[in-house]
């Protein structure tokens, strides 16, 4: 693009499919799309580390999805002029925040895009573990017709770990569904809870008394290995996990042994620690309903977690900070002092 200002990396390969929906932002401020090498778009395989050394130095800003951003990136890409990370996605812990807010690069991410999405997905799962849709449908495929009783959502009791957007999504539909709605959430909204007829109850009472766990929790430090073999232990041998949250919340060795050995009865699983989980001994159980971490990305929600990445960078590049999206404000001051030379 003849006098660009500055390359924007658009790292995630699908979202070359809808650019119409974030490249006229991104041209209207003078910059240039830049795509992954041929084989991410080709294959839709995520950038690796390596791969990210090479072709981010010298871009202006990146539109992220899965790919590590580690410190070793950031620090090599910052130096060629690295001054923004926009996460397509409502989690940045791909990213290295404490790393960028060093070299005075700002982190954005794209809040309220996906909770529906993932709420939606949820229930997918929950509805086709209680059904047996997936169980069903091969039987007929092999020329069965397993008309067996199936499990009702109704008067079952729903456990939610983290009562945030997202979870405040599966509560409502699980009233809807006529459940029991029980929820636990380092700072909950207790406001919320009263409005929407959801009990505020502590980790094991919500893990000894729900018929399906969900997880809602963002990952950190402090929520990697939440679900692990003693809270595993807590739950109803007749329960169902269901994980749309982040891989690594719930240690997979522990899950295996506890879902092998009939403790627990089943998990539906969108997200792993290793994406995509080859070789993980989970894939060799009839009782893991599995989806290739799609839960945030409907049609709608992927077109809105382009946009707004899109719209952060041209904002901040227009020198405005759109406080609403900044992951890392403490960066503002470093920011401002580097967007100035970029400028010139």
């Keep these: 693009m003849s006098g660009a200002r500055g390359r924007v990396l658009v790292g995630p390969a699908p979202l070359r499919q809808i650019e119409s929906v974030f490249g006229p932002i991104l041209r209207e401020a003078g910059l240039e799309v830049e795509y992954p090498p041929r084989r991410q778009i080709l294959e839709e395989v995520q950038m690796t580390e390596e791969e990210l050394l090479e072709q981010l130095p010298g871009c202006v800003a990146a539109i992220a999805g899965s790919e590590p951003y580690t410190r070793r990136v950031i620090e090599r890409a910052a130096a060629a002029g690295l001054l923004v990370i926009a996460r397509a996605g409502v989690g ?10 060093e070299h005075g ?40 017709w397993p008309r067996r009783v199936v ?18 999504a599966v509560a409502r539909r699980g009233r809807a569904f006529g459940m029991t709605v029980l929820a636990y ?13 959801v009990e505020l109850v502590p980790l094991e009472t919500l893990l000894r008394q729900a018929d399906v766990v969900s997880l809602h929790v963002p990952k950190t ?28 919340i719930v240690n997979e060795s522990d899950l295996y042994e506890a879902l092998q050995s ?14 995509p989980p080859l070789g993980s001994p989970l894939l060799q159980l009839d009782n893991v309903l599995l989806t290739a971490h799609t839960a945030g990305v409907d049609r709608r929600s992927r077109e809105e977690m382009a946009r ?13 900070w759109p406080a609403e999206w900044i992951v890392n404000p403490q960066v503002q001051a470093a920011f401002v002092r580097r967007w100035r030379q970029w400028k010139g």
């Design 92 to 101: 940045y812990d791909g990213v290295d925040v404490a790393a960028a807010s």
């Design 105 to 144: 690069v700002a982190v954005c991410y794209a809040p309220g895009t996906n909770h529906e999405a993932v709420a939606e997905h949820t229930f997918a799962l929950m509805l086709g573990w209680l059904r047996n849709i997936r169980g069903q449908d091969q039987a007929i495929r092999r020329g069965e």
């Design 151 to 168: 499990e009702p959502a109704r008067g079952k009791v729903l456990g939610i770990i983290g009562l945030g957007r997202i979870g405040k």
């Design 185 to 197: 959430d380092i700072a909950p909204d207790h406001a919320f809870a009263a409005a929407e007829g």
């Design 221 to 248: 430090p402090q929520t990697v290995n939440l679900l692990c073999r003693q809270t595993l232990q807590w739950m109803k041998p007749t329960a169902l996990l269901i994980n749309t949250a982040r891989g690594g």
């Design 262 to 275: 009939g403790r627990l009865a089943g998990a539906a699983l969108d997200v792993f620690a290793e994406e």
């Design 308 to 320: 707004i990445p899109a719209q952060a960078i041209a904002r901040l590049l227009a020198g405005e």
